[in-house]
């Protein structure tokens, strides 16, 4: 007896959840129709391309120092300490372009961060919006969690979600 209420109490989750009503939506399609999305992509162009700029004098500067560096090491006549300087200024200015890559990289991740952060809350709001007005229990974003079958009874909430959204 004990058998079959346990069995009964472990089923319940299951036949409840073929009771609910259940929608799809793909929050990447809905953020890529974003108009917004394409200003923020070019703001993040500018600043990357500023970055890349920035980049590119300090690469040049590397480069200036190598090749004094080489005339230096080539030159036989000259003291080792002076080679040994050229040696650390080259190493000097490589962890200063490494450390000016990890910082761009962070700073252009934080801004893409802060730009799509609203566009997100948006589609998750008409999402829920589209769910609500529906009347669903759940609704699976097929962008995030792959769907193997969705049955006739699935709603598709990207009409709804789209017309929330003011997008065709």
Do not use: C, W
Request: proline content about 4%; aromatic content about 6%.
């Amino acid at each position: 007896m004990k058998r079959i209420i346990m069995i009964a109490v472990a089923l319940m989750p299951l036949m409840l959840m073929a009771q609910a009503r259940i929608g799809i939506v793909n929050s990447q399609q809905l953020f890529d129709l974003m108009p917004e999305k394409a200003v923020a992509e070019a703001q993040l162009k500018v600043l990357s391309d500023r970055y890349h700029a920035e980049y590119q004098l300090l690469q040049a500067e590397f480069d200036k120092k190598y090749a004094d560096y080489q005339t230096v090491a080539a030159d036989a006549s000259m003291p080792e300490t002076i080679k040994e300087r050229r040696v650390q200024e080259l190493q000097e200015s490589d962890k200063k372009m490494r450390e000016f890559q990890r910082r761009a990289a962070d700073d252009i991740a934080s801004r893409r961060d802060a730009l799509t952060k609203p566009l997100t809350e948006k589609i998750q709001t008409a999402i829920r919006q589209a769910g609500e007005q529906g009347g669903l229990d759940v609704v699976f974003d097929t962008s995030v969690t792959p769907v193997a079958y969705t049955g006739p009874a699935t709603i598709d909430l990207m009409p709804a979600v789209k017309a929330l959204l003011g997008l065709k």
